[in-house]
């Protein structure tokens, strides 16, 4: 036993008024002074969770009487009274009541702010005034909070393929601090960052936010992002879902498909049909334009769902009626998916040349580009064989003219003449073969006493262009009989014939 604390305050002032309560009007207080119980507290430490209820243990021995109990969150100045037989609690009954032994209390629904030491007291009066029994040592009550309900969320507009989208995982309300977090995108682990983690205000609690960065496939439709958190309080993970298709936009391609298709006979009924293919969201609107004028089309649209979560739907076909006056106009399906920016795809209307009709109906064969490549090769490997050949002709008549040449032809000898004597220097007849060339200054020759010069030019003046000179050097002509001079042998030639009397 100890006496009620003394020491001055505030705080001692409701342990007081307490004790004094009780006692009013307790008969045989003073009778049993002299008896000595103790009090029994066997719980040293509890961990509750917020939310649930708390119960203390306490028990009083060698009691044949009824006596004063309460319970005290704190000691000494500190403390605060949490329950007693005379007052009012409504988080707090007792678990046996009207017992002098058993004075357990049940607290419900518990809070943060319950954590504490808690004593259970019993108050009796003694000669010395008013005594306070206690165990030796309270109940430490740790109360600890879950994590609220995970809330995930992503971003808040869509992305393409391709591109990049966060995923938030939050919570608050949990204590102690110690939480982790776990990623999983199809129950496949992901990577990410520690999670953050700030304490609230005005509260002994936490909050914790975690992040998770992906990059979104064409076939995320039907995938799934799972935010997993552990935390002391938790016997199993709490788990949170994020659906990846809230984040996904896959546009659609669109394909216009004429049949038959064009050059078509004239007044024949062409169908055009608007085909889209894999899209998500399935939000889409098809628009027809005929040469960007819209088009009144009644809308038949055929929705359907791929496996892959996807959608495709075809839209027509419309009826166009292959006219003179509509040759090469254009069809547009305009597609506007999800909001997002139209989508334009168009074919053209041509309509066939009666006077080709029959050879536009021939059916060409698949190999026809093959025969084009051929043809291509083959006429360009003649096309350079000519080249080479008219090449080989020019450079051998340069050749022939390049080179001029002069021949001196010896008279022809009769059997039947006397035999002369041959001189080598005495020529009758001389064939002249030159190139004509242009020539504006004679050229001159070193005479020798054994040469003579002669300059011979055609008795008709010819052009400037068309010029012939022959100069004639170490050549001594002899009297003889006149003969034919012989022909030329070349084309290209000039023949002269001189006879010199001698001196």
């Not at 036993?1 to 008024?17: F, H, K, Q, V, Y």
């Not at 002994?204 to 995320?220: A, E, F, G, Q």
Request: hydrophobic share 35%; charged share 20%.
């Amino acid at each position: 036993m100890e006496p009620l604390p003394r020491s001055p305050g505030r705080a001692a002032w409701p342990l007081t008024c307490l004790v004094l309560l009780s006692l009013h009007g307790w008969p045989g207080a003073d009778a049993q002074a002299g008896q000595d119980s103790e009090v029994h507290q066997p719980q040293d430490k509890v961990v509750v969770i917020a939310g649930e209820t708390l119960n203390l243990t306490c028990t009083v021995s060698n009691s044949s009487y009824a006596a004063p109990v309460a319970w005290l969150k704190g000691w000494g100045s500190g403390n605060k009274t949490v329950y007693d037989q005379k007052g009012s609690f409504p988080r707090v009954t007792r678990v046996v009541s009207e017992s002098n032994t058993d004075f357990s209390i049940l607290i419900r629904d518990v809070r943060l702010e319950d954590t504490g030491t808690y004593y259970c007291v019993r108050f009796r009066k003694s000669v010395r005034g008013v005594e306070v029994l206690r165990p030796e040592k309270g109940t430490e009550v740790s109360v600890q909070a879950k994590p609220t309900h995970l809330v995930v969320s992503g971003p808040s507009h869509r992305a393409r393929p391709g591109q990049s989208v966060s995923v938030t995982c939050t919570a608050g309300g949990f204590f102690p601090q110690d939480i982790s977090v776990r990623w999983l995108k199809d129950e496949a682990p992901v990577s990410a960052q520690q999670p953050h983690i700030t304490p609230e205000q005005m509260k002994p609690s936490y909050n914790m936010s975690s992040t998770v960065t992906l990059t979104l496939r064409k076939d995320d439709v039907n995938s799934q992002v799972a935010c997993e958190v552990q935390h002391p309080t938790l016997t199993a993970p709490l788990r949170g879902i994020y659906e990846l298709r809230e984040a996904l936009r896959v546009p659609p391609s669109v394909r216009v498909v004429a049949d038959p298709p064009s050059p078509v006979e004239v007044n024949k009924t062409v169908n055009f049909t608007c085909h889209v293919k894999e899209f998500y969201p399935k939000g889409v609107n098809i628009t027809w334009l005929e040469n960007r004028m819209e088009m009144k089309v009644e809308k038949i649209l055929q929705l359907v769902e791929t496996p892959q979560g996807l959608f495709e739907l075809s839209s027509g076909p419309v009826e166009v009626n292959a006219t003179e006056e509509k040759n090469g106009s254009v069809f547009t399906c305009r597609v506007v998916h999800d909001a997002q920016d139209p989508i334009n795809e168009t074919a053209t209307l041509w309509i066939a040349d009666p006077t080709r009709e029959g050879l536009s109906n021939m059916a060409l064969p698949d190999n026809l580009p093959h025969i084009y490549i051929v043809v291509g090769v083959v006429c360009t490997v003649l096309a350079l064989l000519v080249a080479a050949i008219l090449y080989l002709i020019w450079a051998k008549q340069s050749k022939g003219k390049s080179s001029p040449s002069a021949r001196l032809h010896e008279p022809e000898k009769s059997s039947e003449g006397p035999t002369q004597d041959s001189d080598p220097n005495n020529l009758t007849y001389a064939d002249l073969n030159f190139e004509k060339e242009r020539k504006t200054i004679r050229r001159m020759v070193e005479m020798s006493q054994q040469s003579e010069y002669a300059c011979i030019q055609t008795s008709q003046a010819p052009a400037s262009d068309d010029l012939t000179y022959a100069d004639l050097d170490m050549v001594h002509l002899s009297k003889a009989p006149k003969r034919p001079a012989p022909r030329p042998e070349e084309a290209g030639s000039e023949y002269a014939s001189v006879q010199v009397t001698q001196k």
